[in-house]
């Protein structure tokens, strides 16, 4: 229920798939299917893990060496150095 009104939520149907639930909460209002009056802020999400597609990328071998060295370095792998420089480098050019 919300506050101040004595009306009933409604039941959130299931969902077949996840264009079937955003076509329907593109037309309905939450607001009569949620109590968000009792909702969790900041949740957890353990088992949610973003999506990743795998990329191929042809590097001179100097430049991969580099990449390599400076990942020992901070002792992290080099592909995952590789994502850090360009998301700070998209950060960069996006502000």
């Not at 109590?35 to 900041?42: G, I, P």
């Not at 901070?74 to 150095?81: A, T, W």
């Amino acid at each position: 229920m919300r506050k101040g009104n004595k009306e009933r939520l409604k039941a959130i149907p299931k969902f077949r798939s996840q264009s079937e639930e955003r076509r329907f909460w593109g037309k309905h209002d939450s607001v009569h299917y949620i109590d968000w009056q009792k909702a969790v802020l900041n949740p957890a999400f353990p088992e949610l893990k973003p999506s990743t597609h795998t990329v191929s990328l042809r590097l001179s071998d100097s430049l991969l060496n580099e990449i390599k060295r400076l990942a020992h370095q901070q002792d992290v792998p080099y592909q995952s150095l590789m994502k850090i420089f360009l998301a700070e480098k998209i950060r960069e050019v996006s502000a």
